[in-house]
Nanobody
């Protein structure tokens, strides 16, 4: 099993930056895919960014050029650097890990609020 603990959310003004972290513990050697999702009030959960098992990165069109997903060399922490934040980025952000054998793991969620 894998445990994911997020940190780094908060309140930021439009145009500002935040970095989310997600610390993984447990069977981290089994992790294949990592990603960040978000859910805004009244909206469905959406994929924000992903690192595939092959090392490729994918981003939602709405965050391309502003957000960067990364993972440390030890593979036990993932990050989401968010720049040029907009009010529409306000959401609860969840980190995700997909493992082999197949299982899905989620962080507890971090509130990000972009407001002046």
């Amino acid at each position: 099993q894998v445990q994911l603990v997020e940190s780094g959310g908060g309140l930021v003004q439009p145009g500002g930056s935040l970095r989310l972290s997600c610390a993984a513990s447990g069977s981290i050697f089994s992790i294949r895919t990592v990603a960040w999702y978000r859910q805004a009030p009244g909206k469905e959960c959406e994929l924000v960014a992903r690192i595939t098992s092959g090392g490729s990165t994918n981003y939602a069109d709405s965050v391309k050029g502003r957000f960067t997903i990364s993972r440390n060399n030890a593979g036990n922490t993932m990050y989401l650097q968010m720049n040029s934040l907009k009010p529409e980025d306000t959401a609860v952000y969840y980190c995700y890990a997909g493992t082999f054998p197949y299982a899905d793991y989620w962080g507890q969620g971090a509130q990000v609020t972009v407001s002046s």
